[in-house]
């Protein structure tokens, strides 16, 4: 089969890289169509044609939908394009915490879009990453408790986010005053954030801390995995990197957790003390895998593993993701929007 694809967000940081994906991988699309917003509406997108606005006129016959272009529009546009005949997957959190609604990584729960109802959701980047990492460990002798640190990039704030630490980074340099933070409360560049994300009313964890928290267990389908989360922002263009400790509820050798990892689809294993070889953001950037290293064991806790995870969070963390879940929907005859009986 060939699909009438729509990527909508298609000129954000995530939604380019959807485009180029499609491509790169060779989806079978007939036809890969961009939305954005009104802005953008009628300029030339190289190589892909005229971006629209969404309008119910021009949603019509398509198959397939990948979203990225914020909670509100995805609130709004994605149950249209889904009434329209479509499947989308939705790279923002607006229907993550539905439980109804599929939210998979392609290589750890891929069982959950066998009945989808045309919505599917993308997890945050940064459980992306950490799902490939745990999901062997997690089948095998099952994960008690998880204390996760990230040192997440600032691409997946979006286009701005980077220009603001350029831009503070370049003054800083030139001995010039820094420019007000705009994107993020306090300066980005030379910095560390030690709450990545925004903290809703009366809550002390920011959200992206309870996305980690809420989608882990979704994913591996276990609701009692305790989680304790710190979530950082740092002076990186594109890789996130975790530090993270669980406990295992059965015994696992440290050795016998690194044959399961090296067994993972879609995970890198960088691990080298002798080398100093771990994954970096920078190594990272540009990869569609996810890279682990540092494994080892937690002197702490007799079942304690300590691992260091880096995966391109624009890539495996958001367009790459999509873009899989789309092929799994393709192989499994999934594209289609089943009709309630
Ligand atoms: P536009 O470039 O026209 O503003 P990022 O995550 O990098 O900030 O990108 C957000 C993406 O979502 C962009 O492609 C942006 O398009 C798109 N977008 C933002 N608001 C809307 C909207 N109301 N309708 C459609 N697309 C939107």
């Known amino acids: ?12 940081a995530v939604g380019t890289v959807m485009l180029a994906k499609l491509k790169e991988r060779g989806f079978p699309a007939s036809e890969i169509v961009p939305f954005a917003s009104e802005r953008s509406a009628g300029k030339e997108l190289e190589g892909f044609g005229t971006i629209r606005a969404l309008t119910d006129e021009n949603i019509q016959g398509f198959d397939l939908a990948l ?43 891929p069982e959950a879009l066998d009945d989808h109802k045309g919505l599917i959701a993308n997890p945050n980047c940064s459980t992306m990453q950490l799902m490939v ?35 503070q980074t370049r003054a800083a340099l030139n001995g010039d005053p820094l420019p007000d933070p705009a994107v993020y409360p306090h300066h980005i560049a030379f910095n560390v954030l030690g709450g990545a994300g925004n ?72 691990d080298d003390p002798s080398t100093h070889s771990y ?7 540009g990869r569609d895998e996810v890279f682990v290293g540092r494994l080892r064991r937690d002197p702490t806790h007799e079942r304690g593993l300590q691992l260091w995870v880096v995966s391109d969070n624009l890539l495996k963390g958001a367009a790459t993701n999509a873009v899989q879940i789309a092929e799994v929907l393709h192989q499994r005859s999934l594209v289609r929007v089943s009709t309630p009986a």
């Open 1 to 12: 089969s060939q699909y009438k694809v729509a990527v909508v967000g298609a000129t954000g």
């Open 199 to 270: 903290f809703p009313e009366g809550d002390d964890h920011t959200d992206e801390e309870r996305k980690m928290m809420f989608e882990t267990r979704k994913i591996l389908g276990d609701e009692s995995i305790k989680i304790a989360v710190t979530c950082a922002r740092v002076p990186v263009r594109s890789a996130h990197s975790e530090s993270v400790t669980l406990e295992t509820r059965e015994d696992l050798s440290v050795e016998a957790a690194r044959e399961l990892l090296a067994g993972q689809p879609g995970l890198i294993l960088v």
């Open 67 to 109: 979203f990225s272009a914020g909670g509100a529009t995805s609130l709004e546009w994605a149950p249209k394009f889904v009434e329209a005949g479509a499947v989308v997957v939705d790279n923002s959190s607006a229907f993550r915490r539905d439980p109804e609604i599929p939210l998979v990584v392609s290589e750890v729960n």
């Open 279 to 285: 994954p970096t953001a920078l190594d990272s950037a």
């Open 133 to 167: 990492a745990l999901k062997p460990i997690h089948d095998a002798v099952g994960i008690d408790r998880l204390n996760v640190s990230t040192y997440q990039s600032v691409s997946g704030t979006g286009v701005k986010a980077v220009k603001e630490l350029e831009d």
